[in-house]
C-alpha cells in the first residue's frame, strides 16, 4: 500500500558557523568523526529515500548545525530532487553556502527556508545570495528573529527582496512582545501572531504521527521533533504499523515546524504546496474567522490559539 508521507529528518550535524546568541548549539564544533557519522547517517536515509518508488515521499532536513557547508547535504538535495517519487525537498539553511550547486537540483521541486542572521554575516553577501537563488528560479522563503535589534534590518531586507518572496518572523524563544512591538512585526509579517504565542494543542488532532514523522541519524521514527515517544525505525519498516490519526500529547506547540501541521489552524491552505519550505501559496491572507480571508487591504490579524 502506497504512502503519502512528510519527513522532517534530523541527523546528527550540530555545528555551525555562526555563533548567534539565540541559539543554543551556536559555535558547536562537530569532531571528524561526529562529521562521519552524520554523512553516513544521511547517505543512509537518502538511500532508504530513493528506494521508496511506491510512495510519494517529501523531505524537509533541520539539522542543528547548517548542513548546506557540507557537500552531502548539497548532494542529498540535489539528488532527491530528481527522484520521480519525491515531490518536495527543502532544507533550513542560514545561507552561508554558495549556490551554483543548485542549478543541478530540478528546481520545481528544491527548495530552502532561509533564515538571515544579522551580525553573523553582511546584509550585502545575504541579499547576494537571495539574488542568486532568484536567477537561479530556486524556490526560497527568507526569515528573522523577531528581537527589536533586528527590526531596521528586516525593514531592509522586506524592501529589497522581490515582492513574491516571503519574509517571515519567528518570536524569539522566551520573549513576550507588547501589543506595539507586535504590530511592528505583524507589518512585515501578516503571519507573525501565529508565531507570537504558543498554540495549545494537547489531544488536538495534528498531522504529525499520521502523514507527518521526524527521522533522526539512526532511523527512529517519532510522530515530530518534540515528542520522544517512538513510533518505530524507518529501516526496518517497523514505524509504518504505527501510522494514523492521534491527537497531541503536549500541551503546547510553540515551532512552525510543529504548529504547522496542527489540524486546528490553516496553515495548510496559506502553505499549500509550499509547507516544507514556508512559502505561502499566494499573497499572504489574513486571518479571519473560520480560516483565511480572501486577499484584500492589510488590517489586525485576529488573536491565535494560545495559552
Not at 96 to 111: I, N, P, Q, V, Y
Not at 126 to 141: I, M, N, P, W
Not at 281 to 300: D, H, K, L, W
Amino acid at each position: 500500500m502506497s504512502t503519502d508521507l512528510t519527513i522532517l529528518y534530523r541527523g546528527p550535524l550540530a555545528s555551525c558557523d555562526y555563533d548567534c546568541p539565540y541559539c543554543p548549539f551556536a559555535k558547536r564544533r562537530d569532531s571528524g568523526e561526529q562529521l562521519r557519522s552524520d554523512r553516513a547517517a544521511l547517505e543512509r536515509f537518502t538511500g532508504w529515500a530513493a528506494e521508496q518508488t511506491g510512495d510519494r515521499l517529501s523531505v524537509l532536513f533541520t539539522p542543528w548545525g547548517e548542513g548546506l557547508v557540507r557537500s552531502w547535504y548539497r548532494r542529498a538535495l540535489v539528488e532527491l530532487s530528481r527522484l520521480p517519487h519525491i515531490g518536495r525537498v527543502a532544507v533550513q539553511t542560514n545561507l552561508s553556502c554558495r549556490t551554483g550547486w543548485l542549478a543541478e537540483a530540478e528546481r520545481d521541486k528544491a527548495a530552502l527556508w532561509c533564515t538571515y542572521h544579522p551580525g553573523q554575516t553582511p546584509y550585502e553577501r545575504f541579499l547576494g545570495r537571495c539574488r542568486e537563488l532568484t536567477a537561479l528560479g530556486v524556490r526560497y522563503s527568507v526569515g528573522i528573529v523577531g528581537l527589536d535589534e533586528h527590526l531596521e534590518e528586516a525593514r531592509r531586507l522586506r524592501a529589497a527582496l522581490p515582492p513574491e518572496v516571503y519574509l517571515w518572523v519567528n518570536a524569539a524563544e522566551g520573549h513576550t512582545y507588547s501589543d506595539e512591538q507586535a504590530d511592528r512585526w505583524t507589518a512585515l509579517d501578516p503571519l507573525f501572531p501565529y508565531s507570537r504565542h504558543p498554540h495549545r494543542s494537547a489531544g488536538l488532532p495534528c498531522r504529525t504521527g499520521r502523514s507527518v514523522i521526524s527521522v533522526d541519524g539512526d532511523g527512529t521514527v517519532r510522530r515530530c521533533h518534540f515528542v520522544r515517544a517512538e513510533l518505530g525505525n524507518l529501516y526496518d519498516g517497523s514505524y509504518r504499523s504505527s501510522l494514523g490519526p492521534r491527537g497531541c500529547p503536549l500541551d503546547v506547540c510553540d515551532c512552525h515546524i510543529g504548529y504547522v501541521h496542527l489540524e486546528t489552524l490553516p496553515l495548510y491552505d496559506v502553505f499549500a504546496g509550499g509547507v516544507l519550505e514556508r512559502i505561502p501559496a499566494r499573497p499572504i491572507r489574513i486571518p479571519a474567522p473560520g480560516g483565511f480571508a480572501s486577499p484584500g487591504p492589510a488590517r489586525r490579524p485576529l488573536p491565535v490559539v494560545s495559552r
